[in-house]
């Protein structure tokens, strides 16, 4: 556990970064989990966040990377650090920024993984068959109806899974063409929606009735689309998850290429693919700087090679 002091420090600067930047509750958590783990370090060498040097910090990196660490896990311990020295200067905690120096890891920039648009329906077809299997009770079918619906919204809008797992009841009124998303930052953005992702979530409410005898419990009549009897009040990432992972062995995929965030990166790429402009994606993602989309360049460079071969008059035939 971090020092006394140290522990203080972390809730000051938790609540700077929620109170005047908007992080949520996953980016406040991240960022505690990174400094709590640097704290316990330095009180090993007899030092605290007002005391520590740029050695100590170095030798925290090399721990690091003794650890096992990944390049990024890494990297972003570095930005932790920081953010947190950058603070503790502004604030006057300390007279210098020990971090201000440091280098990093140097990070390759990873292309995201991605499904074909046939990986994809291979998902929808078998959630689809899962939900009209004969002979399973109201609540198989439910929760069959509840995957299918999840998948169908996922990729027709590629929400963050926070953001789906998060969203209210209201998002399935029957008119509805577009749905408010509260993203990250707690800023809000307009998605739009697909036939098909509307009808998953009207077939799934009527099951959400049937498997409650006909009439809405005071679970389903609560503020969440994807209601649960847990903390939160709706449905966890991680149980999302692991029922994709489940559906990907049933559709014949392999589990570790699935996951809520590879279908948001499918839904982007694909998008890309057949000439949705670059800004447009942005806005659908909710990524506030275009150089976070521009990770998927690769599909609008590939695309453009393309044209060019097949339209360009002096192009092989």
Not at 137 to 151: E, G
Not at 292 to 315: C, F, G, M, N, W
Request: glycine residues 6%.
């Amino acid at each position: 556990m971090a020092a006394s002091s140290d522990a203080q420090l972390i809730h000051l600067f938790l609540d700077m970064l929620a109170a005047e930047q908007g992080a949520g509750i996953n980016t406040l958590a991240a960022y505690r989990g990174d400094l709590e783990d640097l704290s316990d370090f330095i009180a090993h060498q007899g030092k605290s966040f007002v005391s520590a040097d740029t050695q100590s910090l170095r030798d925290y990196l090399a721990d690091l990377d003794t650890r096992g660490f990944k390049s990024s896990s890494v990297a972003r311990r570095l930005s932790s650090m920081r953010h947190l020295f950058r603070f503790l200067l502004n604030e006057r905690r300390r007279e210098d920024d020990p971090a201000a120096i440091l280098s990093g890891p140097k990070r390759a920039r990873t292309l995201p993984k991605v499904l074909s648009i046939a990986d994809v329906d291979r998902l929808l077809e078998k959630a689809r068959q899962l939900a009209e299997t004969p002979e399973q009770s109201p609540l198989q079918t439910f929760r069959a109806l509840r995957l299918c619906c999840l998948l169908e919204v996922l990729y027709a809008t590629g929400l963050r899974v926070s953001e789906l797992v998060a969203l209210p009841l209201s998002a399935a009124r029957r008119d509805a063409r577009m749905i408010v998303v509260r993203g990250k930052g707690n800023k809000e953005r307009l998605v739009p929606l697909n036939q098909s992702s509307r009808q998953a979530m009207a077939d799934y409410l009527a099951a959400m009735e049937a498997a409650h005898g006909g009439k809405t419990s005071a679970l389903a009549r609560g503020k969440w689309l994807f209601p649960s009897s847990g903390d939160s009040g709706h449905l966890t990432r991680q149980h999302f998850a692991r029922d994709l992972k489940e559906l990907a062995a049933a559709a014949g995929l392999p589990p570790r290429i699935v996951s809520p965030h590879v279908l948001r990166h499918a839904f982007a790429s694909h998008l890309l693919h057949n000439g949705a402009d670059l800004r447009i994606v942005q806005t659908l993602l909710g990524h506030t700087d275009i150089s976070t989309t521009q990770i998927y360049t690769h599909v609008v460079e590939e695309r453009l090679k393309s044209l060019v071969r097949d339209l360009h008059p002096l192009a092989e035939k």
